[in-house]
C-alpha cells in the first residue's frame, strides 16, 4: 500500500507541478495580451491622432488652393489691368506727341507769319518814307 501511496504521491506531486507550469503559462500569456492590448490601444490613438492630422492637413491644402485660386484670379485682373493701363499711356502719349507736333507747326506758322508781316511793316515804313516829302531844316 504503501508503493501505491508512494506512487499516488508521485503522480499527484506530478500533476500539480503540470498544473502549476500551466497557470505559470497562462499568467505569462495574460501578462502577453495585457501587453498586446496596451500596444493595440497605443496603435489606434496613434492611428486616430494621424487620422485628426490628416484631416486638418487636407483642410488647410484646401484652403491653401482655394487661396491660391483667388491669388491668380486677383494676378490676372491686375496683369489685363495693367495691360490696359500701358495701352492707355501709349495712346496718350502718341496723342501727346501729335499735340506737340502739331503746337511746333503753329509756331513755325507764326513765326513765318511774323517774319511776313514785319517784312510787310519794314516794306510799308519804306514806302511811307519815300512817299513823305523830304523837308530839309533851312
Known amino acids: 500500500m504503501r508503493a501505491e501511496y508512494a506512487a499516488s504521491q ?10 502549476d507550469t500551466c497557470l ?26 494621424m487620422v485628426v492630422e490628416k484631416t486638418d492637413i487636407v483642410r488647410t491644402i484646401d484652403i491653401l488652393e482655394a487661396e491660391l485660386k ?33 503746337a511746333e507747326r503753329a509756331k513755325k506758322q507764326s ?9 510787310q511793316l519794314e516794306s510799308q515804313k519804306a514806302k511811307s518814307k519815300a512817299l513823305q516829302p523830304h523837308v530839309c531844316s533851312a
Open 24 to 49: 505559470a503559462e497562462i499568467e505569462e500569456l495574460r501578462r502577453a495580451l495585457a501587453n498586446q492590448t496596451d500596444e493595440l490601444q497605443r496603435t489606434e490613438q496613434e492611428k486616430n491622432r
Open 70 to 102: 483667388r491669388v491668380k484670379k486677383d494676378a490676372e485682373i491686375f496683369g489685363r489691368d495693367l495691360k490696359a493701363l500701358k495701352a492707355e499711356k501709349r495712346k496718350m502719349q502718341e496723342k501727346q506727341q501729335e499735340e506737340i507736333a502739331k
Open 111 to 119: 513765326q513765318v507769319q511774323i517774319r511776313l508781316l514785319n517784312e
Open 10 to 19: 508521485n503522480s499527484h506531486e506530478s500533476r500539480r507541478q503540470q498544473l
